[in-house]
């Protein structure tokens, strides 16, 4: 037998408030046992989803690096193809055999064959086999369970802030700055193009957003506009563009994190170049007002 260790078992898609608490309930089993704490995230193939499924909050990386700052020791990933058929007596024991001496999981936590694996059973296991076990109540806001589904459906409609309070820290979308046609330096507002990678992750209402993010040391805010920029020329894929307020400098090939904070309005097909130009402007207006009140808010 390795090590010994409590671990905590779920997808984790979002690593929102609820999963910060199972979490936080883990850590707290951790210094009781004095053990190190695993978190066992769940992945589930593209099958599994329904069919409009709108994708993941954050790809598996982003996921690992949010589970990993909570103070959780490792993250394992597991495919839920090799867990499905297992009877769920059989998998508990075979993570005791690994060390297990606690386990967290969330009220609704099913696992094995048939989804046989319910917290009742969980709780006659770790009377028979002894090991300690902790069933996290659902985390609600206004009677609503807070749900990696609920996150994405307010992703998807620019609910932004609540979107943000739910997850506990603010939606980030990251990836490498690629080099487009070049017309935004020409309009007066340079934008860095965000390639997001292959993942399929969530794309939250298009729209301009304001936005934060740190180049180099500094800390930087910004405007951002994800969609097709229909006044334009409209592009055939969504297009997430940063235009940053007070930089100057070349991004090209540099890997930024987005934070999305709030959402200025939708995008519009604008009748001239003109015009959009105006509309920039004034969501820059709009933005350094929004951040100099926040700014003075901070002591
Ligand atoms: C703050 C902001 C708001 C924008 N709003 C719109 C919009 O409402 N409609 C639109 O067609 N394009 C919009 N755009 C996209 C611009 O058309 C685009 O940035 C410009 O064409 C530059 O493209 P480039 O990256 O190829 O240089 C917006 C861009 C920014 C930075
Ligand atoms: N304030 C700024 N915000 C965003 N990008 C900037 C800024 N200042 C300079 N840049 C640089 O300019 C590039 C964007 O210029 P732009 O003319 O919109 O070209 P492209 O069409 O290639 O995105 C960015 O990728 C970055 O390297």
Known sequence: MGKKFTVCIGNFDGVHLGHRKIMS?????????????TALSI????????????GLIYTIAKRVELILSLGIKNVVTVDIEEIKDI?????????INQGMVG???????????????????????????????VIVPHLKRDGRKISSSWIRELLAQGKIELANELLGSPYTISGK???????????????????????????PRSGVYIVKSIIGSRLYYGLLNIGFRPTVNFSKEIKYEVYFLDFSGDLYGKRLEIELLKFLRPELKFASIDELVHAIRRD???ARKWVSKLDSQVV
């Open 25 to 37: 309930e883990t850590l707290k089993l951790s210094r009781k046992l004095n053990v190190c704490s």
């Open 87 to 95: 009877e769920p007596e059989e998998y508990i024991l075979a993570l």
């Open 103 to 133: 386990l967290v999981v969330g009220e609704d936590f099913t696992f094995g064959k048939g989804a046989r694996g319910n917290t009742e059973l969980l709780r006659e296991l770790s009377r028979k086999l002894k090991f300690e076990l």
């Open 43 to 54: 992945m589930y193939p593209w099958g599994y989803y329904f069919p409009n499924f709108p």
């Open 284 to 286: 820059e207006r709009i």
């Open 177 to 203: 700055v690629y080099q487009d046609n070049r017309l935004g330096t020409k309009l007066g507002f340079p934008t860095a193009n965000i390639s997001r990678g292959i993942e399929k992750v969530v794309t």
